[in-house]
């Protein structure tokens, strides 16, 4: 597509987004209905109020209504787009991407992202001539709405944490206005950093990517665990009280368990390409089914719509969507319920989560050409031959970045030797190919 990634729209501030593409995106909402009615939130990024009025006035123009909800995280906006009955939510947000980035995704009445048909109806809007109405549209700032998400995510915590010392870490991202606020609500003693996005970066060195920051901080301060999440808010990495890091896939296992001990039955959990082998093996044995989708939520999202047996996905980014709860991902109702659960079973969060996984080794390639070289039939007849070749099962994941210029490679089997041996080859022969198309 010429605008969506794998999640909305997204690329470098001034180069791939600016502010006249934003002014398009608002007019293209406001071409879908008349009177249409916009509820809007965004990160902590530097280019984002520019973002964001070029996209309100658009927007404007085109004769729709504006709710600005100010700095929420996605999750957020997914909710109350939803109970405020908006026609669109839209998020102005680059997510777990660096500083220089930014993006915007668009949320349905329901709080769910658009599917590709749907992107790709959109963007013929985009593109189409401006519309402007005889009576402007409006904006409204709507910035107490996120007391209804702070009582909604609060509410879900089954056991009070007020025994419970967490540390929380908001990537200096869209997390800062509402994580703190519901895990106090819960009870717990809060300890927080990557919480200063006045006077430092998002996903600077902090937040979900950085987890070895937030290991420390647990250790350092006692903490019972930890949880990191990224900069819109919509996945969450966790540690132990020992500073032990739990992944997406540890932490969807340690839901699918309990959802299981309430008496659920007969469910489907949705993974990835990228979910542990462990897992699913040991999901097979509690008689539990898992299928993988591509990597990115919305593949996630649109599995759980389509099938009635699911309601619980993830992948091991940590994006864990609860269908039941919430249409979107959201790390701090992942980590609420994770707390209520060690409170629950009174044990820790790496006992709950505990899963025997098969080893993994990922790399990431820096590339232009990405989609080019993903679909060489060389390099697709290489991996069929390296698992063909190899002694012992291997599963090999290569695919390009939805959100960067990246080739990432992952290969997974029970040693670390096979693994590395195998992805090295794949690289080397990428970069190859690669060479050879700059050439």
């Known amino acids: ?98 500083k220089e980035y930014n993006g915007i995704k668009i949320l349905d ?115 019972d665990c930890g949880f990191a999440f990224d900069g819109d808010g919509d996945r969450v990495i966790a540690c132990d009280r020992y500073g032990e890091i739990i992944d997406g896939d540890e932490m969807l296992y340690a839901l699918t368990l309990h959802y299981k001990k309430l008496g659920f039955k007969n469910f489907t959990v ?26 990115g939520d919305k593949y996630i999202i649109d599995e759980l719509l389509k099938n009635n047996n699911c309601f619980l996905g993830g992948e091991q980014a940590g994006h864990i969507i609860i269908k039941h709860l919430l249409s979107s991902g959201d790390g701090v109702l992942v980590a609420v319920l994770l707390s209520s659960i060690i409170v629950d079973y009174k044990k820790t969060l790496k006992n709950v989560t505990s899963v025997e996984k098969y080893s993994q080794y990922s790399e990431n390639y820096i590339t232009k050409n990405k989609s080019e070289i993903i679909k060489n039939a060389n390099l697709l007849s290489l991996i069929e031959k390296l698992k063909k070749e190899s002694l012992t099962k291997v599963r090999i994941v290569v695919r390009e970045s939805g959100t960067e210029p990246k080739i990432r490679v992952m290969v997974e089997s029970k040693s670390d030797i096979i693994n590395s041996n195998i992805a090295n080859r794949i690289l080397d022969y990428i970069k190859f190919l690669d060479s050879s198309i700059k050439g």
């Open 109 to 223: 009445n329901n709080g769910i992202k658009l599917n590709e048909d749907e992107e790709s109806e959109f963007e013929k809007l985009i593109d189409s001539e401006l519309i402007k109405s005889e009576i402007l549209g409006s904006v409204k700032k709507a910035y107490k709405l996120k007391k209804e998400y702070i009582n909604y995510i609060s509410g879900c915590c089954f056991k009070p944490l007020k025994n419970l010392k967490i540390v929380l870490d908001c990537a200096n991202g869209a997390t800062v206005k509402t994580a703190k606020q519901i895990f106090k609500k819960c009870g717990a003693k809060v300890v927080c950093i990557g919480c200063d996005y006045k006077n430092k970066e998002i996903n600077d060195n902090c937040g979900c990517l950085f987890p070895n920051n937030l290991s420390k901080k647990v250790v350092k301060c006692g903490a």
């Open 270 to 295: 949705v993974g990835t390409s990228l979910t542990n082998l462990g897992v699913e093996i040991a999901l097979k044995k509690k008689h539990i089914n898992l299928i993988r989708t591509n990597v």
């Open 1 to 98: 597509m010429k605008y969506f990634g794998t999640d909305g729209i997204r690329g470098i501030y001034n180069k791939e987004i600016n502010c006249n593409l934003a002014y398009k995106v608002g007019n293209a909402l406001s071409k879908t209905k008349k009177n249409v009615t916009i509820l809007i939130g965004r990160d902590t990024r530097k280019s984002g109020g520019s973002i964001l009025e070029a996209l309100i006035n658009g927007v404007i123009l085109g004769g729709g209504s504006v709710y600005d909800c100010g700095i929420l995280p996605t999750p957020a906006v997914s909710y109350l787009t939803k109970i405020s009955n908006a026609d669109f939510g839209v998020v102005i947000t680059a997510s777990h991407n660096p």
